[in-house]
């Protein structure tokens, strides 16, 4: 069964670094999301991304983030300057449409992110 | 603005069925999902229901939805200690594009 595939699994980071968190969405999915989970808390929003540019984003998604399909199979999360609040386990998501149609999403098993 | 709300805990004894509760505010959502998420792995779909529909089967998960309380179930019948996972109650959020809003889990463990 197709997967999205995220790296690293796990990966620590000093306060004020930059870091890119990757995923490789299913191959024909056209929608790209992220979303993340701060411990014991819930699964946010984050951004979806489509046609090369971002449709939606939360406001939690501030300039300190960005998203990137650099080369038609990645999509990457970079987050600038990070912060200790930052520390969570963040999923990547792709799904083939969006609409009344679309039942859900295809889940990455997530990058925990933690910020020392 | 939009929220959904899960009760965080729930034991049952192997074999017993489980219902896990969940309520959203969005009215006007068109899907509702149920994710199971294991340790360390990530969200699986386990079912979802159209928001047209009352009733959902699917082997052991019978999915209940109560459009008019907004109210949305998950029975799992013959609860085994697999099933031992954090269940995410989701909606499709009319007002996006597309994004999922969650609710905070709710953490089933099951005991013999």
């Known amino acids: 069964e197709p997967e999205v595939t995220q790296t690293p699994s796990h990966q620590v980071t000093q306060m004020g670094q930059e870091v890119i968190l990757r995923c490789v969405p299913i191959?024909?999915?056209?929608?790209f999301y992220w979303y993340r989970q701060i411990l014991g808390q819930k699964v946010e929003f984050l951004v979806s991304?489509?046609?090369?540019?971002?449709?939606?984003k939360s406001e939690i998604f501030d300039d300190q983030f960005s998203v990137e399909r650099p080369d038609g199979s990645n999509f990457t999360l970079k987050i600038r300057s990070t912060k200790l609040e930052d520390s969570a386990m963040y999923f990547c998501?792709?799904?083939?449409?969006?609409?009344?149609?679309?039942?859900?999403?295809?889940f990455g098993s997530g990058t925990r992110l933690t910020v020392v | 603005g939009e929220d959904v709300e899960q009760s965080l805990f729930l034991s049952v004894r192997e074999g017993d069925s489980s219902v896990i509760n969940c309520t959203y505010t969005d009215s006007s959502s068109t899907y509702l999902y149920w994710y199971k998420q294991e340790p360390g792995a990530g969200l699986q779909l386990l079912t979802y229901i159209f928001s047209n529909m009352d009733m959902k089967q699917d082997q052991r998960l019978t999915v209940l939805l109560n459009k008019k309380d907004k109210h949305l179930s998950l029975r799992i019948a013959d609860t085994q200690t697999g099933d031992s996972a954090i269940y995410f109650c989701a909606e499709n959020f009319s007002g996006g594009y597309n994004k999922l809003i969650f609710g905070a889990g709710t953490r089933l463990a099951v005991h013999p």
């Open positions: 998501a792709s799904s083939e449409r969006r609409g009344e149609a679309n039942y859900g999403y295809t």
């Open positions: 191959s024909n999915h056209l929608y």
């Open positions: 991304f489509y046609n090369n540019e971002i449709s939606e």
